[in-house]
Structures are given as C-alpha cells and as structure tokens.
C-alpha cells in the first residue's frame, strides 16, 4: 500500500513540475511577444521619422531647384546684349 502511495505522490510531482514549466514557457512567450511588438512599434516610429525627414528634404530640394532655375534665367537675360 505505500509504494502505491509513493508512486501517486512521484506523479503528482512530475505534474505539478511539468505544470509549472508550462507556465513558465508560457510566461517566457507572452514576454518575447510582448518585446517584439515594442520593437514594431519603435521601428515603426523611426520610419515615420525617416519618411518626414525625406519629405522635408524632398521640399527643400524643390525649393533649391526652383531659385536655381529663376537664378540661370536671370543669368541669362544679363548676359545677352
């Protein structure tokens, strides 16, 4: 009768520890999951910021072409006679 019950209590050990691995890996995925929609989120961020900076840079390139051109009209008109 008590090898019966030492066996029971041997099981009910290895559940309890299977069971709590379980959880832990279970905790140790939410965790990962969680780190890598933060990583999204600030990658997603940065390319916002990439893409206001390129647009701005895009403005100021079109600015600067505009007075270029103005400017070698002008530059051409004084140098005609």
Known sequence: MK?????WRLERQVSVSALVQ?????GLIIG???????????LQRDVR????????????????QEKTLSQEYRLRRLEQP
């Not at 910021?49 to 600067?64: S, V, W």
């Open 22 to 26: 379980l959880v832990m890996l279970a």
């Open 49 to 64: 910021l990439l893409l206001d900076a390129q647009e701005k840079i895009c403005n100021r390139l079109e600015t600067l």
């Open 3 to 7: 090898t019966q019950q030492d066996k």
């Open 32 to 42: 990962s999951w969680v780190n890598l929609q933060r990583q999204l989120d600030l």
